[in-house]
């Protein structure tokens, strides 16, 4: 150590040197970050699934949603689901998207409602959001937005 600096002034100076190695980018080289995988070329038909308002602890109508193969090659579709966290009201009931999804074809993914909780703001229901996620082999997941709006009780169409 130089004469007449000491312990704590040293810290200091290494760390000025530092923040301005870093700050000038002398001696800093950011290292390469991969590009992301491309988007999957994949479709949705309709372009949202709007649940009707449904009661706590019941069942909407089941809908359809087809994701369409977009491309002229074979997807390696890996996977179909609700996205964590959303599948306490949203489920997934069933699938016909497998592995492989030819070229230019479709599949059918159905989905229902299931609230268990009631949401609320100022006192009237509000929607509840969900995920639902397309996993294909090298593509980023694809997601699909679902809505839906929990009730306490059925209502009266009079």
Known sequence: MAPGIKTS????????????????????KEPPHPPPPPLA???FHPDRLSFP??????SSPIQNLVISNDSPDVL???????????DKAFRLVSTTCGVP????????????????????????PE???????????DHQV?????????????KNPN
């Open 76 to 86: 390696a579709l890996t996977g179909v689901e609700v996205a964590p966290f959303f």
């Open 53 to 58: 308002d449904t009661v706590i602890g019941t």
């Open 101 to 124: 999804l030819p070229a230019h074809s479709t599949c059918t993914a159905q989905v229902v409602f299931e609230p268990k909780t009631y949401l609320t703001y100022k006192k009237k």
């Open 127 to 137: 929607p509840t959001s969900g995920i639902l996620r397309v996993f294909v082999a």
């Open 9 to 28: 002034q040293t810290v200091v100076l290494v760390a000025a040197a530092l923040c301005l190695t870093c700050a000038c980018g002398i001696g800093y």
């Open 41 to 43: 070329p994949i479709s």
């Open 142 to 154: 694809t997601t699909f937005y679902l809505k839906g709006t929990a009730i306490q009780t059925a």
